[in-house]
C-alpha cells in the first residue's frame, strides 16, 4: 500500500514476527484443508471482560479454557463498532469504505465481491449461517451458505440454547464432509437481559427485574441527568448494568460447553478449526456514553480473536494489533483455498513452512469505521502505536443522548430526503491523536497538526482506492425482491421503500418487530 514505510510501522513488529510455539511440528497436518471450521462471533463482547484478558470476575470459565489451549490474540480488534459493517468486513476482508455497501445502517457484503460462504462452498465445503440477530437476517449475509437459521423474531436474550441446538445439528447431519459454519449469538448485546439465574450470580446489588434501569428506555436517552445525579462507576444503578451485561457473557459461556461437548460426541470435535471473536465491544461511560455504534475508542473495538486447534496449534499469545479483516485470509490460507492477496486489506495471520504454521505479522494501519448518518461519522487509525480519529460529523455525549432519543425521526428524515446526507468523506469536524504506548485507553488526546500528517496521508490514500459508496435505498431495493413477504411488508411499514412518501407508507410495524428492534436500539 506504499503507506506503512513513513509511519515506521514495520519496526513495531520486528522483535514479534513469529510467535514461536504457535505449531507443534510432530502433530501438525501439511495443511487444514480437511478441517472444518467453526467462526463463534459474539454480539457486543469487549475482550477486557473475559478471565482471558485479564478480567477477575467468573464470567468466561469455559471459553478461559479454549483460550489456554488456543492462539490469543490480545491486541484484536473490529473494522467497526456496529454490527452490519463489522461482519461486511469480517465475510469480505475488506475495511467498510472498500465496500461499496459496506458503510451505514443497511451495511452489506458486497455483491460483487465473494463473501467467506460463497468462496467455501465453491471449494466443496458444505456451509451453514445460524445466528439471533436481527441484523443478520437479510439475504446479503447468507450469500453462499447452505443452510441458514436466524431466531431474531422470537426475542433478543436467552436464545443460546436454540442456537446451539441448530449448530449440533448441522455438525450431526454433515459429519461425513467437509463444513464450514459461522455462528453468531446476540448476547451479551444490550438490553442486557440475562437469564433471572445468571442474574443473581452476578448482581451485586439485586433490582427487582421491574425496576432495573432499561438502557435504550431510561439510559440513553436521559444519560445527562442521570450522570449529574451520580449514575457512573460506583453507583448501584450503573454497576447493574455491567452486572447483567457480565450475566450476558456467563450464559453464552455456558453454552458454549454445551456445543463443544455436542461436537466432541458427534465426533467431529478433533478435526474442527474454531475461531472465537466478536463484532465489536461496549462502552460503559470510559468516554462519557454508553452502548456501541455511537464512538470507536477501544473499548468500543476491543475484542477478543482466539484460534483453537490443539492438534494443530500450541497455546500462545500474540502482542500485535490486528483487526477481523486478517480472518478470511487466514481462514482461506488454513483451508488451502486460492485468493488474491493484493484486494484484501486483511493478510493472512499464519503462513505454513512445509512443517509447521507460524504467526507472520504485517505492518498494515488499521482502520476502522463508523458510518451511520444519524450518529457520529468516524474513522480512526492505528498505526505506529498511535491512533488518529477523524470524524466528519461528532456530537457530545449530550448530543448523542438527544440523538437516541431521535433516532426514528432522523432515519425517516433521511429516506425521505428532507435531510441530506453528510459526505463520509468531508473535513474532519473532529480530529483526535492518541499515544498508545503511554495511553492505551485513549484518555488523553495529543492531536497536533505535524504528528497528524502521516495518517491523514494514510486516509487520503484510501479514501482514493474506495469505491462511491452505495445509497442505502439502493441497498435496500436490491434486497426487497429476496425478502419473505411479511418481513418485506414490515421494512415497507418503517419507511424502507424506493421512494415512497409518508402518506403512502403503512402505518404500523408489526408490534413484536418494532418491539424487538426497539429493545435493540434500531429505533
Not at 433478543?156 to 446451539?164: E, K, T
Not at 431510561?218 to 442521570?226: E, F, G, Q, Y
Not at 454508553?290 to 473495538?301: G, I, N, T
Request: hydrophobic letters at 40%; glycine letters at 6%; one cysteine or more.
Amino acid at each position: 500500500m506504499g503507506y506503512c514505510s513513513r509511519l515506521g510501522v514495520s519496526a513495531i513488529f520486528a522483535g514479534v514476527a513469529l510467535i514461536a510455539g504457535c505449531g507443534r511440528q510432530d502433530r501438525v497436518p501439511a495443511d487444514l484443508a480437511e478441517h472444518n471450521l467453526l467462526v463463534i462471533v459474539i454480539d457486543a463482547l469487549r475482550a477486557d471482560h473475559l478471565g482471558c484478558y485479564g478480567y477477575a470476575r467468573p464470567t468466561s470459565p469455559f471459553l478461559d479454557t479454549i483460550a489456554a489451549e488456543g492462539v490469543v490474540f490480545d491486541r484484536a480488534q473490529s473494522n467497526s463498532s456496529y454490527t452490519n459493517e463489522s461482519v461486511s468486513a469480517l465475510f469480505s476482508g475488506q475495511f467498510p469504505s472498500a465496500n461499496p455497501w459496506g458503510a451505514g445502517w443497511q451495511a452489506r457484503p458486497n455483491p460483487e465481491w465473494p463473501t467467506l460462504g460463497e468462496r467455501f462452498r465453491d471449494a466443496g465445503y458444505t456451509t451453514g449461517l445460524f445466528s439471533n440477530s436481527p441484523q443478520l437476517n437479510y439475504p446479503g449475509f447468507f450469500r453462499g451458505f447452505d443452510e441458514t437459521d436466524c431466531y431474531a423474531a422470537y426475542g433478543h436474550s436467552g436464545l443460546a440454547p436454540r442456537l446451539v441446538d441448530r449448530a449440533l445439528r448441522f455438525a450431526r447431519d454433515h459429519r461425513d464432509k467437509k463444513t464450514f459454519l459461522y455462528l453468531h449469538f446476540l448476547d451479551p448485546h444490550a438490553p442486557y437481559d440475562p437469564p433471572e439465574e445468571y442474574y443473581q450470580r452476578f448482581a451485586r446489588y439485586p433490582v427487582a427485574k421491574d425496576k432495573r434501569l432499561r438502557l435504550f428506555e431510561d439510559v440513553r436517552p436521559n444519560l445527562p441527568a442521570l450522570v449529574a445525579d451520580g449514575f457512573g462507576p460506583g453507583d448501584p444503578r450503573f454497576e447493574d448494568l455491567i452486572d447483567r451485561y457480565d450475566a450476558e457473557i456467563a450464559f453464552v459461556d455456558a453454552h458454549l460447553k454445551k456445543l463443544f461437548d455436542g461436537l466432541r460426541a458427534a465426533g467431529v470435535l478433533e478435526k474442527t478449526l474454531v475461531v472465537v471473536t466478536a463484532d465489536h465491544g461496549e462502552e460503559f461511560l470510559e468516554h462519557g456514553f454508553v452502548e456501541h455504534a455511537w464512538q470507536l475508542y477501544w473499548e468500543s473495538l476491543h475484542v477478543p480473536l482466539i484460534v483453537w486447534a490443539p492438534r494443530v496449534f500450541a497455546p500462545a499469545r500474540v502482542p500485535d494489533r490486528i483487526s477481523l479483516v486478517n480472518i478470511a485470509p487466514t481462514l482461506l490460507t488454513f483451508a488451502g483455498i486460492p485468493y488474491d492477496p493484493a484486494r484484501f486489506d486483511g493478510a493472512a495471520l499464519f503462513r505454513h513452512d512445509g512443517t509447521q504454521w507460524s504467526f507472520q505479522a504485517h505492518a498494515r494501519p488499521i482502520i476502522a469505521e463508523l458510518l451511520i448518518q444519524t450518529r457520529n461519522l468516524a474513522r480512526m487509525v492505528h498505526a505506529d502505536e498511535r491512533a488518529y480519529m477523524a470524524a466528519p460529523k461528532w456530537m457530545t455525549p449530550a448530543e448523542c443522548s438527544e440523538a437516541a432519543r431521535r433516532q426514528r425521526e432522523l432515519r425517516r428524515a433521511l429516506i425521505d430526503g428532507q435531510t441530506a446526507p453528510i459526505d463520509l468523506w468531508g473535513a474532519p469536524a473532529r480530529e483526535e491523536l492518541y499515544d498508545l504506548t503511554a495511553d492505551p485507553a485513549q484518555r488523553r488526546d495529543i492531536f497536533e497538526e505535524t504528528a497528524a500528517a502521516p495518517f491523514r496521508t494514510i486516509l487520503d490514500e484510501y479514501r482514493d482506492r474506495c469505491p462511491a459508496p452505495a445509497l442505502e435505498s439502493e441497498k435496500i431495493r436490491a434486497e426487497m425482491g429476496q425478502l419473505p413477504p411479511d418481513l418485506r411488508e414490515q421494512l415497507e411499514a418503517i419507511g424502507y421503500t424506493d421512494g415512497a412518501g409518508p402518506a403512502e407508507r403503512a402505518p404500523t410495524l408489526d408490534p413484536a418487530l418494532e418491539e424487538q428492534l426497539r429493545n435493540l436500539g434500531y429505533f
